[in-house]
């Protein structure tokens, strides 16, 4: 059994972290059932989790959050803080997350690992190279699209027909001049148009993150679909006799990363799909772990509940056989602002109307939790300038859909500020079982599953499908792909397809524009609005701030 983790109270912040073995030991582990990564980063190897099968689970919290706004909700702030609480209240939990995305973090967004007194360390490792991670998916995924070129340049035995090859190439940084360009020439004899994703966005990252062990990483590396034939046949990865070489450049990404929060709470960090163009959760691996090494995990679901933890529950929960026990839906009073109507610069005055009219936003996700059968509470994330007002307002309003809305103070506060959410979070996982339900049946027709994401998540009334969506449907189905679950790539800045659009739109349609088949990973992807799978950088990207001085600090990146 680990140990309980109480010595952390005694050196709370970041300026002076635990030795990663510390945190290993602590959770239980074995000398033989880790790697240090230098003196506060681990890889924790298959064989921990393979060791515990026996151990029962702990309980699987899942953090979720209202539609995001530009001014941030802190969900995974909220995270850490909880898990955090959780620990100063007695309990032995441990944190999953996803690993940020360098693209991003150079970005708008900046870095991504929470902040003030609930935050990963170390930070500037985290969100730049880490263990490799992202690197070995990114050489992994382009090697696959060499391999294709490659065999059609000599003589392409399996027939591929250029013009329907679905491989993009990947790299994890946010530039636009790659959305599309002209691969091959004269000398290669078949140009053809073709284009980058982030890496995020690779289906690479997306299946290391959904499976179970290394053979089924194989596998699922086998059953890519890269094309099709002249005769309309698919060609798979394994037929390209692709999946070693990838199997071997993923062989270290596979295990989880060991790191600690600043109150020194073990947290595995892996993986890192988007939410708004992939499945937008950490690993199955690093999950499963965290439910045998601790009596909690706590997680996160990226972007909006309409988003991630969607797809967290119909895909991954389905895939994994995991069961979610809570949702945390996080809310900030800012953001009940902003989806009331109220500018980015007005948002630190009191406006209770702005918060009544914003609310019809939180209802239409508290509406959606209630369709998975899932126990929830409401985790207010307070900023200096919310107003006592404002936040009894709101949870006087949780209080009347019988929610329970708890303000938390984790970024000035750390977990001594999340432990009154800690204390409703547990009091309501004793007082409600859950009885996860996923919202549909993956043997449904694909249109029918679109439409009821599309209605029950979003509120859209229908859903509409340009002429080549409706062409990629039927070929999806007739290759015999039709049974896959749906991973919608939509904007996660609105309800509907329509970034521009904030509080709980109505009367509005979602627009396929087309359908991807990520066979390997397990799921479809249709594409809605003006989605971009290749992001672009701001006029002020974040990267013109950071810098490194003589001494290797960093500075500018948060």
Request: glycine share 12%.
């Amino acid at each position: 059994m680990a140990r309980s983790f109480r010595w952390r109270r005694e050196s709370p912040l970041r300026t002076n972290p635990r030795p990663i073995a510390e945190i290993a030991h602590a959770l239980g582990l074995s000398d033989d059932e880790w790697v240090p990564y230098g003196r506060l980063m681990a890889k924790v190897r298959l064989t921990a989790l393979q060791a515990r099968k026996g151990r029962p689970n702990g309980r699987l919290v899942v953090v979720s959050c209202i539609t995001p706004t530009p001014t941030g909700e802190g969900k995974t702030t909220m995270t850490i803080g909880l898990g955090q609480g959780l620990e100063r209240v007695g309990r032995r939990p441990v944190i999953a997350l996803r690993q940020p995305s360098i693209g991003p973090t150079m970005g708008q967004k900046g870095g991504g690992t929470g902040g003030g007194r609930s935050l990963l360390t170390p930070m500037e490792e985290i969100n730049l190279h880490f263990t490799g991670d992202f690197h070995a998916v990114t050489s992994a995924h382009n090697l696959l699209a060499a391999l294709i070129d490659n065999h059609i340049f000599h003589g392409n035995d399996l027939g591929i027909d250029p013009r329907q090859i679905f491989w993009r190439r990947v790299m994890d940084m946010n530039d636009r001049a790659l959305r599309q360009m002209v691969l091959g020439g004269k000398q290669q004899g078949f140009p053809r148009e073709d284009g980058f994703l982030i890496t995020a966005a690779s289906e690479v990252m997306a299946l290391l993150c959904l499976a179970e062990d290394f053979a089924d990483l194989k596998a699922r590396l086998g059953r890519i679909l890269v094309g099709l034939t002249f005769g309309g046949k698919p060609v798979l990865a394994g037929e390209l006799k692709a999946t070693g070489a990838m199997a071997a450049l993923l062989r270290d990404a596979i295990h989880p990363n060991l790191v600690q929060t600043s109150e020194g709470l073990p947290a595995l960090v892996h993986g890192g799909p988007f939410a708004n163009i992939a499945h937008g959760a950490n690993s199955v691996i690093a999950t499963k772990l965290g439910l045998k090494l601790g009596d909690l995990c706590v997680t996160e679901a990226g972007f909006g509940f309409d988003l991630g933890a969607e797809k967290f529950f119909d895909i991954k929960c389905c895939y994994a056989g995991l069961r979610p026990d809570a949702v945390v839906l996080v809310a900030t009073a800012r953001s009940l602002k902003y989806h009331g109507g109220v500018p980015v610069k007005d948002l630190d005055d009191e406006n209770l109307e702005a918060i009544h009219r914003g609310m019809a936003n939180l209802e239409q996700h508290v509406g959606a939790i209630r369709l998975f059968k899932v126990p929830l509470i409401v985790a207010l994330n307070r900023f200096p300038s919310d107003s006592e007002r404002e936040l009894r307002l709101i949870q006087e309003r949780c209080a009347g859909l019988s929610v329970r809305a708890e303000i938390a103070e984790v970024f000035t506060r750390g977990g001594e500020g999340g432990e009154t959410l800690a204390r409703g979070l547990l009091e309501l996982l004793e007082r409600e079982q859950s009885e996860f339900t996923p919202l549909y049946d993956w043997s449904l027709p694909i249109k029918e599953k679109i439409g009821m994401i599309a209605e029950k998540m979003y509120g859209a009334w229908g859903v509409a499908y340009t002429k080549q969506a409706d062409r990629q449907v039927a070929q999806a189905e007739a290759l015999g792909y039709g049974e896959l679950p749906i991973c919608m790539a939509k904007t996660p800045r609105s309800l509907s397809d329509d970034p521009t659009v904030y509080g709980r739109p109505r009367d509005f349609t979602v627009t396929v524009s087309e359908l991807r088949i990520s066979a390997g990973a397990g799921f479809l992807v249709p594409i809605t609005g003006e989605i971009m799978t290749m992001p672009g950088l701001p006029a002020l990207p974040n990267a013109e701030r950071i810098d490194v001085d003589e001494a290797g600090r960093i500075t500018g990146l948060f």
